[in-house]
């Protein structure tokens, strides 16, 4: 996945649009505990390669969104917590 160089910045308000476009591509984004996020595993994130271009390129650069990325996952349920027994962030229990 390319580096997105369009100079856009994304905006706050636009994380949850962001987050449904991912998961639409076929990704399942989530956070890990505060401060990471992974868009997908490995193979998720290879198979929607294009995808994942054409979204960067959309929304721009995100970096310095990291924490607000991590927070708006966390409170759809979609994170997983460092040490958490659970395998997947569909068994945290706190899924919306």
Known sequence: MAKRESGRLMLESEIPAFVDA???????????????????DREEMDAAADELDRIGEVF??????????????RSIGRYLDPGSPAKHWTENGNVH
Request: aromatic fraction near 10%; glycine fraction near 12%.
């Open 60 to 73: 721009g650069d995100r970096d310095f969104l990291l924490r607000e990325i991590v927070a708006y996952l």
């Open 22 to 40: 991912v998961i639409e591509a076929g990704c399942n984004i989530c956070a890990i505990g505060h401060d990471c996020y992974v868009l997908g």
